[in-house]
């Protein structure tokens, strides 16, 4: 009786001392990969702050052409459409994010990257873009072509 | 005049004796003596294993050259190559040599990796060998795609982008994965950072370590003999030296085709990147990417409602993971038998792969 009460004690106490040592070693593997896996991944970016930018001079473009130019930390596109009205987006392609450019013998923006199409309203009309570009608004001011950001 | 001679090769076969005392280097030779590699009508596929590893070899003493110049940076980093293949003597050669033998060495795992699936060598007990293979493979396109970015150029900067932004689009991890990678949103002088991180320090110790256990595994297991060679007379030569003679004569043809490509078609540079300038029209990343980044230009936008590149992403994946766990799907070859089904898949994966790198560079849109 005696004899297996010890055993049974011993039990006891050869499981305890492995959940203590299996928890030990957890909490020390979480000790180090918590901090590390932080430390890792990059603090959130600044949001650009800016809402507006001057994006060309008037002059700058003949109508059916197009600019890439810098809005906060992303390119955008401005166009200057074959009427002479200005049009402006975001420059960064909804596929798989190259920067787009203007095409002025089709009329539209092009991704050369993956052969993806958007129309001069910013629609996607042909090839892997899923979404349509996002459009700005554009503000003639003097001589100069001011892009806005909407919303 | 004698003596002295004599004397010499005591002393030699003293200093030798020396060190076979100290490091058994006898044993070691005795053994590789009587080491056997398989020979036979396939025996030309055993080689391309040495050679990533000569090329391996290549591109860590290049790569450790390339260190003493180059600046990363996105200021620093594209002048400095421009420095390294202009102001520094012999530069260009070492730089197309990184850049060439990367592409070769690619070029030489994946007719590794196809040769040992076409002979079914997956097959047991030579899985682990298989699976480290698979590892040295990823870390191989990995080192590429990392090394690829270093000099920050426009084509590099794009493919970056798009490389970057694919790891995004497998569901779940995928942002948390792009972000890690790129050090931000957006790829910037954080995402050269971490790639020079991986690229030089990260991705050759993993490799190496990797190595080490494949070598290991395939010097435990021994070279696999095709299914149709069991049964015949099994035609072997000695590693030491018949297979080591042949080893060297092909790495020295391999260095020798390196020169040549680097002394006519030293690798180019191209133009700096410029995060704010569109997109070069036939821009493509390497070649052993087309073929993901050509497939992506024929999907649609949306296949069944979802975005068009996650079903291709998804497929890809779903199609390297066919390729990791082939050993445990082809139950025939384990048995030892043929299976002709895994070599109808494995001949589609090449012709694929081979229609739509052509298609890259023949008819990009």
Same mark, same amino acid.
């Given at each position: 009786?005696?004899?297996? %009460? ?10 305890? +001392?492995?959940? /203590?040592? =299996? #928890?030990?070693?957890? *909490? !020390? ?36 052409? %197009? ?10 596109? +401005?166009?200057? /459409?074959? =009427? #002479?009205?200005?049009? *402006? !987006? ?36 042909? %090839? ?24 | ?365």
């Amino acid at each position: 009786m005696g004899s297996r %009460g010890e055993e049974v004690k011993s039990i006891g106490r050869r499981r305890l +001392l492995d959940v /203590l040592l =299996s #928890g030990g070693v957890i *909490a !020390f593997l979480g000790a180090v990969f918590y901090p590390v896996t932080r430390y890792l991944t990059p603090p959130p970016g600044r949001e650009p702050a800016a809402s507006s930018v001057t994006a060309a001079g008037v002059g700058e473009l003949k109508p059916n052409s %197009g600019k890439v130019f810098r809005f906060g930390s992303k390119p955008g596109i +401005l166009v200057r /459409l074959p =009427s #002479g009205e200005w049009r *402006a !987006f975001s420059a960064v392609c909804t596929h798989l994010q190259c920067t787009v450019q203007y095409r002025a013998d089709l009329e539209r923006i092009w991704c050369p990257c993956h052969n993806g199409h958007f129309d001069l309203t910013g629609k996607n009309v042909s %090839g892997p873009p899923p979404k349509p570009l996002e459009a700005f608004d554009v503000v003639v001011k003097g001589d100069e072509v001011v892009v806005v950001r909407r919303g | 005049m004698r003596l002295s001679s004599s004397g010499e090769a005591n002393a030699r076969t003293g200093l030798v004796a020396w060190f076979d005392e100290r490091l058994g280097l006898s044993g070691a030779i005795d053994f590789l003596r009587h080491k056997a590699v398989p020979g036979g009508a396939h025996a030309v596929w055993y080689y391309f294993g040495g050679v990533s590893l000569f090329l391996f070899g290549v591109q860590v003493a290049t790569g450790l050259l390339l260190l003493f110049y180059y600046k990363p940076g996105t200021e620093t980093a594209y002048k400095s190559v421009q420095f390294i293949v202009t102001g520094v003597p012999f530069g260009w050669l070492i730089r197309s040599l990184h850049a060439w033998s990367a592409n070769l060495m690619v070029f030489a795992v994946f007719v590794h990796m196809f040769s040992v699936y076409f002979l079914k060598a997956y097959r047991p007990p030579r899985e682990l060998t298989w699976l480290t293979g698979m590892a040295l493979l990823a870390l191989t396109l990995t080192f590429g795609f990392s090394g690829y970015l270093l000099p920050w150029n426009e084509l590099a900067f794009f493919a970056t982008k798009v490389g970057t932004d694919i790891t995004a689009v497998v569901p779940v991890i995928g942002t948390g994965v792009a972000r890690l990678l790129r050090g931000g949103d957006d790829v910037s002088e954080a995402t050269l950072t971490r790639f020079f991180g991986f690229h030089v320090a990260i991705l050759p110790a993993a490799f190496t370590a990797m190595l080490l256990v494949h070598l290991f595994l395939v010097q435990r297991h021994g070279m696999s003999e095709s299914i149709g060679q069991k049964g015949e007379e099994p035609k072997a030569m000695p590693f030491y030296p018949g297979f080591i003679i042949r080893d060297a004569i092909l790495w020295l043809g391999v260095l020798g085709v390196l020169l040549v490509l680097c002394t006519f078609l030293p690798w180019e540079l191209g133009i700096q990147a410029d995060p704010f300038a569109s997109a070069p029209a036939g821009i493509r990343p390497e070649w052993y990417f087309a073929f993901v980044s050509q497939s992506l230009k024929y999907l649609p936008a949306k296949i069944l409602g979802i975005d068009g590149e996650v079903v291709g992403i998804c497929a890809f994946l779903a199609g390297a993971g066919f390729l990791v766990l082939v050993p445990f799907l082809d139950r025939r070859a384990a048995r030892g038998e043929r299976s002709p089904l895994f070599t109808v898949i494995g001949a589609a994966i090449v012709v694929y792969a081979v229609v739509m790198v052509t298609l890259a560079y023949v008819k990009p849109y």
